[in-house]
């Protein structure tokens, strides 16, 4: 299976050099740019092969952040089949996360209520409730003990029932190494809550249950038991982005689709296929970040080192630059990821992130490897790149 993956990636490579350099004229040759009405031809790029075949249906889960409520666009809901709200925080005793202080409520728990209320549009979608622990602290209390754990399934119980939620997703992100016990207390979470869901009346017969994931949790399983999990969750939402971090010494692609080796420890298809050695591929939901990371930087060669920490530069941010023209584009064709160098100010800047290519490979890749479908992260994040929904909208057609 490994070896079939490997494969792909090479596959892959193949295309994105022949839509570069070999398509017919009559195709878009550049990843980067937008035709003009002067110069059509010189942004011409290899159509993507999505709607060749007939496809089954792909999740499409858009996480809804409580920060970005106001900024989601009708298209963005017009294009997911899943409204995943994004997010209720849980407490080392199980119970909702409801105030910062006693006078100031939590915003997750804020626009909860407003969801509850009716007030936060989300086309009717299906809906997906997003948990997490408030700290890392209440990540080990909230399963560290059957009592615990059992007062955390009946919040989140609570919350579905009241919400009416099509299903859940469990998003326990751990700092660092996890001791053999909480790895072993998240299992036994997870299988008690199964239980639990199979008693619940929504509008499907059994909510469905997610699991959000690192990528490299096949091979460093830290939290999750992938072999005891696999059975018993509809879908793992693997986050397949911050491969290079905000505190990376060096410039590099947020969310590289191969290209480990030399440079990188990880890469998409490598992980992805460690994950399918393991987890029925159908059940991987592949994510997709509508933002990357921005450095400043020695000079403007691929993964420079870095002179500041990285900042989250949103697919809108890097439209509008674009737009202003003050990002110079270029591509990696290493990891098969654009990334822009930025001269504007005395300082050079590195921006890598998402485009039309880069995202029309991934979404090869999903059909390709027969994945379950995609989770983005996060709308509100992309303005109004005109590129985006069409671009995702094909992974259905």
């Not at 059940?283 to 509508?290: D, E, H």
Request: with cysteine; net charge neutral; hydrophobic share 35%.
């Amino acid at each position: 299976m490994r070896r079939l993956f490997y494969l792909l990636g090479t596959s892959l490579v193949i295309m994105a050099i022949y839509a570069t350099f070999f398509a017919p004229k009559t195709y878009l040759l550049s990843p980067l740019c937008t035709p003009s009405a002067e110069a059509p031809e010189q942004c011409l790029h290899s159509r993507s092969s999505l709607k060749d075949p007939p496809s089954p249906t792909y999740l499409i889960l858009g996480f809804a952040p409580y920060w970005n409520l106001k900024k989601i666009t009708p298209e963005s809901l017009k294009s997911i089949t899943h409204f995943a709200y994004f997010n209720l925080h849980l407490k080392d005793d199980g119970s909702l996360y409801t105030h910062v202080k006693r006078s100031e409520q939590d915003p997750g728990y804020t626009n909860y209520l407003r969801l509850l209320a009716g007030t936060i549009d989300y086309a009717h979608k299906p809906l997906i409730i997003t948990f997490m622990p408030e700290s890392q602290s209440a990540l080990t209390g909230s399963l560290s003990s059957p009592t615990r754990r059992g007062q955390t399934i009946s919040t989140i119980l609570d919350v579905v029932k009241a919400t009416k939620a099509n299903g859940i997703n469990i998003d326990y992100e751990p700092l660092g190494d996890i001791s053999p016990t909480t790895q072993s207390n998240f299992t036994l979470f997870i299988q008690e809550l199964h239980q639990k869901l199979q008693t619940v009346s929504s509008p499907n017969p059994t909510p469905i249950l997610t699991i959000s994931t690192y990528a490299s949790a096949a091979i460093k399983p830290r939290l999750w038991d992938l072999r005891a999990l696999a059975p018993i969750t509809d879908y793992f939402v693997v986050m397949t982005y911050d491969y290079t971090m905000p505190n990376s010494t060096s410039s590099g692609p947020n969310s590289p689709l191969r290209g480990s080796g030399d440079n990188f420890e990880h890469d998409i298809i490598k992980n992805i296929a460690e994950f399918t050695t393991i987890v029925d591929s159908r059940k991987i939901i592949l994510g997709i970040p509508f933002y990357g990371y921005e450095w400043d930087t020695v000079d403007a060669t691929k993964y420079s080192p870095a002179t500041s920490k990285g900042s989250t530069a949103s697919l809108e941010r890097i439209q509008a630059m674009i737009d202003d023209k003050t990002l110079e584009l270029l591509w990696d064709r290493n990891t098969l990821t654009p990334y822009g160098v930025s001269t504007a100010s005395s300082q050079t800047t590195q921006i890598y992130f998402e485009n039309a290519t880069s995202l029309r490979l991934k979404l090869e890749f999903v059909r390709s490897a027969n994945l379950g479908g995609i989770a983005l992260w996060a709308l509100g994040y992309e303005g109004n790149v005109p590129w985006l929904w069409p671009t995702i909208n094909a992974l259905n057609k």
